[in-house]
């Protein structure tokens, strides 16, 4: 990790040398070439969302606390100056969020990025959409 990226990483209250702010931030499908669903850039059937929740699975596999550790990185993520950084964050958290997270994603949907805006838009979807899908287990 640079060191621009450590110092962010310690302005946000992380561990630079931490290996889930590393995936976070430096490895994983997320980041700028994120895309939320089927594009005219992107193959048919591939979406970006759909292998992250594959990628988080099996690093939950590997290690049960990581949808631990990564969300409470990525909340702090939704802090930072750096676009993709945020960005990354609300990516993230569409697969692992929690119904709590839902007031500070919409928040960032009037972000002035246009990039960030969208992507927190989207990730509100998920959120909302995943929230219904547990109530509606639990009634079940």
Not at 35 to 43: C, K, L, V
Not at 53 to 81: M, N, T, W, Y
Not at 89 to 107: C, F, R, W, Y
């Amino acid at each position: 990790m640079n060191s621009r990226l450590a110092s962010e990483v310690i302005a946000l209250g992380g561990n630079p040398t931490d290996s889930v702010w590393r995936w976070l931030l430096l490895q994983g499908p997320h980041g700028s070439a994120f895309t939320w669903g089927q594009s005219r850039h992107e193959p048919p059937g591939y979406v970006s969302l759909d292998h992250l929740r594959q990628v988080i699975e099996k690093r939950q596999a590997d290690d049960a606390k990581f949808p631990d550790r990564v969300i409470q990185a990525a909340r702090a993520c939704l802090g930072s100056s750096d676009a993709e950084i945020v960005q990354r964050g609300i990516q993230v958290i569409a697969v692992v969020g929690e119904a709590s997270d839902l007031k500070a994603v919409m928040a960032l949907a009037k972000s002035g990025n246009p990039k960030v805006a969208g992507d927190a838009r989207a990730c509100a979807f998920e959120l909302r959409r995943s929230i219904r899908r547990k109530s509606d287990n639990k009634v079940l």
